[in-house]
């Protein structure tokens, strides 16, 4: 049963930092499209961040230039590191993975990312 593990999460102050990973079992990490979306409360699920296979990435305005996605396949994991972070950020975030060449998708069950002061 494929699973993907979020962790990461937590309350920092603006202008924080924090680093999420997302790690996934029983998939073919290396043949997954790996992507982390938010959704704040009362908002629909956005897109974040998209890093393929082979490590071409591409990211929402909203966060480009302050977030970077990255990926370790010999560990399956998946990481987004987030900088500058502003309270519009607040929201719980997935972790998502497309196998190429299938219509499979997974997601994981989400981390909580609070930027208060």
């Known amino acids: 049963q494929v699973q993907l593990v979020e962790s990461g999460g937590g309350l920092v102050q603006p202008g924080g930092s924090l680093r999420l990973s997302c790690t996934a079992s029983?998939?073919?990490?290396?043949?997954?499209?790996m992507a982390w979306y938010r959704q704040a409360p009362g908002n629909e699920r956005e897109f974040v961040a998209r890093i393929w296979r082979y490590g071409v990435t591409n990211y929402a305005d909203s966060v480009k230039g302050r977030f970077t996605i990255s990926r370790d396949n010999a560990k399956n994991t998946v990481y987004l590191q987030m900088n500058s972070l502003k309270p519009e950020d607040t929201a719980i975030y997935y972790c998502?993975?497309?196998?190429?060449?299938?219509?499979?998708?997974?997601w994981g069950q989400g981390t909580q990312v609070t930027v208060s002061s």
């Open positions: 998502k993975a497309d196998l190429v060449g299938t219509n499979q998708e997974y």
């Open positions: 029983e998939i073919n990490f290396g043949r997954a499209t």
